[in-house]
């Protein structure tokens, strides 16, 4: 299998990166992550060969998330089919996320696209692509 260019891993900073519940853990644990490694200031989940670590560490500066700044704008993350992506996109709120563009949604990406965009209250977006856009 040649992995060039799949996600190898993704370190995310965040006020509650050790929090046992909440929008992150709920969110990865439902996409099928499991917790690979726990320390004092973070954690690391892991699905097949990529991971995703969430950490708050010495150096971390607390504060919301600024999608719209220099850095990372949002996190894209498969899915599943049309009709999990909107279990997820369903059960989300009650975890913490709201849904972004509902307006309009599924298709906020465009009419090609099936997704659904999810925010936490730290400002960190998700997006939820199906696997099964024609």
Do not use: C
């Not at 150096?59 to 996190?75: T, V």
């Not at 563009?101 to 939820?128: K, Q």
């Amino acid at each position: 299998m040649n992995r060039r260019g799949r996600l190898h891993h993704l370190e995310l900073w965040m006020d509650d990166a050790v929090a046992e519940e909440g929008p992150w853990p709920w969110l990865l644990r439902r996409l099928g992550y499991t917790v690979h490694k726990t320390w004092a200031s973070g954690r690391s989940w892991v699905n097949g060969d990529a991971y995703i670590v969430l950490e708050s560490g010495p150096a971390h500066l607390r504060g919301r998330q600024q999608r719209l700044r220099s850095g990372m704008n949002h996190l894209a993350l498969w899915g599943g089919t049309r009709d999990e992506v909107d279990a997820v996109a369903g059960e989300a709120p009650e975890h913490g996320w709201s849904l972004m563009f509902a307006d309009r949604h599924p298709y906020a990406g465009g009419p090609d696209s099936y997704a659904a965009y999810l925010e936490d209250d730290a400002g960190f977006e998700v997006e939820l692509v199906a696997e099964d856009v024609a």
